[in-house]
């Protein structure tokens, strides 16, 4: 007795090229990993910290948040290239992000 079997894979190879294809172009993940990053920034600045952060010797004698004597450090966060996406990385941090 003798058994043949024949597998049609087309649209198995296609669908792993496709993915193949979507797998070379990151970016768009990366950008949107790093936009979580930056919310969370944010969102840990807002909550003083997570877990809270432990109170600076600024804070202790004049009050205010640590971290947060002018709010240069937080505001820094939001502006422009300080996320910067590539393929295969992505950079979050205040200023400008260098050698991505």
């Known amino acids: 007795m003798q058994i043949t079997i024949n597998a049609n894979d087309t649209e198995v190879d296609k669908a792993l090229a496709d993915l193949s294809a979507r797998l070379r172009k990151l970016r768009p993940v990366m950008k949107e990993i ?48 300080t996320l910067q996406a590539g393929n295969d990385q992505v950079a979050v941090g205040t200023g400008g992000v260098r050698g991505t």
């Open 34 to 81: 790093g936009e979580i990053v930056r919310t969370s920034v944010e969102r840990n600045f807002a909550a003083g910290g997570r877990p809270k952060w432990d109170e600076s010797a600024r804070v202790k004698g004049e009050g205010g948040q640590t971290l947060s004597l002018t709010g240069r450090l937080r505001r820094s966060f939001a502006r422009p290239g």
